[in-house]
């Protein structure tokens, strides 16, 4: 009789262990997913933000804005950067064109960073033309790197046939491990 109890006690035992073994699982791919969908909402956010910032970028008073001026990045990693152009003059001007150019800390340009704008996908826009206090924002900057040392580097981009001449701002890129 002593052994039929010892027998209906492991298979209880043996139960319940089943038992907190099938919650524990279901709980941890619940948990799982509310980190995936935690993890959707914020890469969401984060496009939403850059959004507005682009349309905010449309009201300033600069004639050239680029947000942000400055970022960090991993080797062989991508990341953009938005751009506004505006026309502060008081007549229309035509024409209007940006140019980016990447280079190394130091001035000496640089084959393995490549800066590009995402309207023409080179290093030069397409050419606007810009009423009074009107401009172009949410001109992306795409920045790739493709082997670079780690460091400071930067993609100078320079706007042409302004009101007030030409623009030049810099978008600094630290790459870093």
Known sequence: MDKKA?????MTTIIIIVIGITILSLGLVWIRSVFSDVGE??????????TQIAEIFGGTDQPVALSPSETKMSQGETTTATLAINNLGSIQVSGVYAEVEAKAFGGAATDTL????????????????????????GLKVLVEDQGSNLGTYACVITVYNLPDGTETTSLIINIES
């Open 6 to 10: 010892a027998v209906e006690l492991s």
């Open 41 to 50: 909402l914020t890469s969401g956010a984060f496009e939403q933000g850059e």
């Open 114 to 137: 490549v800066c590009a704008f995402s309207d023409t996908l080179s290093g030069k826009t397409n050419t606007y033309s810009l009423n009074s206090g009107k401009g172009i924002s």
